[in-house]
């Protein structure tokens, strides 16, 4: 099958029948706390997975196929539906001390 999958989650990927691509994308925008999409294998998402998990955050992780990436700017991480961007933008947000407080305000981890 075509198309991005999270790994490990049947069923969350953003090639569906019932919604378009684009729609799909907005809901697990909306739905999760934080959400990263990546390419499959990219070394950028495992450094941002792993400064996310070491604050307490386990974010969503949506991995595209190469096809389906196109020449989107990946990986991108959202954080109660706002786009944070990057590596560079998270790791602008954890040295300036917003990580954490967003994180919180959005539900993706716990005091």
Partial sequence: MA??????????????AEEAPEERVGR?????????????????????????????AH???????EADAGG????TLFVGGAAVGGLEGLMSLHLRGRLVPMLLEAGAVRC
């Fill in 28 to 56: 697990l925008i909306r739905e999760n706390p934080a959400v990263i999409f990546s390419r499959r294998g990219c070394c950028m998402s495992h450094v941002m997975k792993r400064l996310l998990a070491a604050v307490g």
């Fill in 72 to 75: 989107t700017g990946l990986p």
């Fill in 3 to 16: 198309g991005g999958k999270r790994r490990g989650a049947a069923g969350l990927s953003i090639d569906g």
């Fill in 59 to 65: 974010p969503a992780a949506i991995e595209l196929e």
